[in-house]
């Protein structure tokens, strides 16, 4: 079982920056994809941003060279670096761990954070 719990969010004005951390209980070293999701009320919870266990990112459209997702395997800990924010990134922001590897096999478990809401002024 992993636990995850979001930081960072906050009211910023727009074309600001914000850093969300996600904190997991455990090594993410075993977690096959880490990643950000977004959700505004009414409308359904969308992709922001995902690291694999190798590395490789992949980022929504919309906030593609805005936006950066990184993880520190020391510190269990992924980042989502937000810059030059706009209204339209109003949401509440949710950490996500997808599949683990225990022992050589691969685990589809699911884990979410609690969110954090993110607010740009306009």
């Known amino acids: 079982q992993v636990q995850l719990v979001e930081s960072g969010g906050g009211l910023v004005q727009a074309g600001g920056s914000l850093r969300l951390s996600c904190a997991a209980s455990?090594?993410?070293?075993?977690?096959?994809?880490m990643g950000w999701y977004r959700q505004v009320q009414g409308k359904q919870r969308e992709l922001v941003a995902r690291i694999t266990k190798a590395g490789s990112t992949n980022y929504a459209d919309s906030v593609q060279g805005r936006f950066t997702i990184s993880r520190d395997n020391a510190r269990n800990t992924v980042y989502l670096q937000m810059n030059s924010l706009k209204p339209e990134d109003t949401a509440v922001y949710y950490c996500n761990a997808d599949g683990e590897y225990y022992g050589g096999r691969y685990y589809a478990n699911d884990y979410w954070g609690q969110g954090t809401q993110v607010t740009v002024s306009s």
């Open positions: 455990g090594s993410i070293m075993s977690i096959a994809v």
